[in-house]
């Protein structure tokens, strides 16, 4: 039996931020030397603002970069999968993308990313023996994930209310 649970494709756009850094030069503290460090992706963009104002005494910002991911997620059956030994198409990278990948996951079940047609097919079958799973009512998901990133300018992101000048 198969029941049919269709629903349109889902897009989910994440950004995060990261801060670039040099140390200061103790003789030249406007200058910054040795090699670039950079933050942790910072999941809002005035945590920016904050990580700089925290750090500003002993580094100096070299460039903060805006990175969005856009994943786009739609059902699809497993006879729309290539077939056995075939490679998971690679999605086109679209302009000013610097990457664009795919994945299968199942709705609510399975590992986050099964990465080619074969693994979607192998976990399928294993999941008959799954006493908890319910295969009639698996939905298979492609998942497209694309990645951009630019530099930004520090003073046109949003104040940190913690550390406003
Ligand atoms: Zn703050």
């Known amino acids: 039996m198969t029941i049919a649970l269709s629903f349109p494709p889902t897009t989910e756009t994440v950004m995060s931020w990261t801060v670039h850094?040099?140390?200061r030069d103790p003789q030249?503290?406007?200058?910054?030397i040795g090699a670039e460090h950079s933050s942790?992706?910072?999941?809002?963009?005035?945590?920016?603002?904050?990580?700089?104002a925290h750090t500003a005494d002993h580094v100096l910002v070299t460039r903060v970069v805006e990175h969005t991911r856009v994943v786009t997620t739609r059902s699809i059956e497993l006879a729309d999968l290539p077939g056995p030994g075939q490679p998971t198409p690679p999605p086109a990278v679209p302009d000013g993308a610097y990457q664009a990948l795919r994945h299968y996951r199942f709705l609510r079940c399975g590992p986050y990313a099964l990465l080619n047609p074969d693994a979607v097919r192998h976990w399928h079958e294993q999941a008959e023996h799954n006493p908890y799973i319910r295969r009639e009512l698996l939905r298979l998901l492609e998942v497209t994930t694309v990645r951009y990133q630019r530099s930004v300018v520090p003073r046109n992101l949003p104040a940190c209310p913690c550390c406003t000048p």
């Open 28 to 32: 030249d503290r406007t200058r910054g």
């Open 21 to 23: 850094v040099q140390q």
């Open 40 to 52: 942790t992706h910072l999941a809002a963009a005035r945590a920016v603002r904050h990580h700089i």
